[in-house]
């Protein structure tokens, strides 16, 4: 079983940054794909970004690139996103989760982590 525990989320000006973080415990974090995943209020939640187990690979949604960053360090078992240039349409409730393979992909994941508000103010 895996654990997964969000931190670094709050209220931002548009404009500014935050970078969030992932504590994995349980499983072997080293194998699995990591991603992030966001919902807004009465919106169903979307694939932010992904990594493959290595580090070496990652993945974007068009909304993301260029201002986000997700990276990982297997020897901590974290995953972290870095947010950039944040806008308003970027608050959200934003979810870990972890993958049972080590490729990446926008679906298909087995755990989630509890989430962390992200709200940026215009």
């Known amino acids: 079983q895996v654990q997964l525990v969000e931190s670094g989320g709050g209220l931002v000006q548009a404009g500014g940054s935050l970078r969030l973080s992932c504590a994995a415990s349980?499983?072997?974090?080293?194998?699995?794909?990591m991603g992030w995943f966001r919902q807004a209020p009465g919106k169903e939640r979307k694939f932010v970004a992904g990594?493959?187990?290595?580090?070496?690979?990652?993945y974007y949604a068009d909304s993301a690139k260029g201002r986000f960053t997700i990276s990982r360090d297997n020897a901590k078992n974290t995953v972290a996103l870095q947010m950039n240039s944040l806008k308003p349409e970027d608050t959200a409730v934003y979810y870990c989760?972890?993958?049972?393979?080590?490729?990446?992909?926008?679906?298909?994941?087995?755990?989630w982590g509890q989430g962390t508000q992200v709200t940026v103010s215009s």
């Open positions: 989760a972890a993958r049972g393979s080590t490729y990446v992909l926008t679906y298909d994941y087995d755990y």
């Open positions: 349980g499983g072997t974090f080293s194998r699995r794909a």
């Open positions: 990594i493959n187990s290595s580090g070496g690979s990652t």
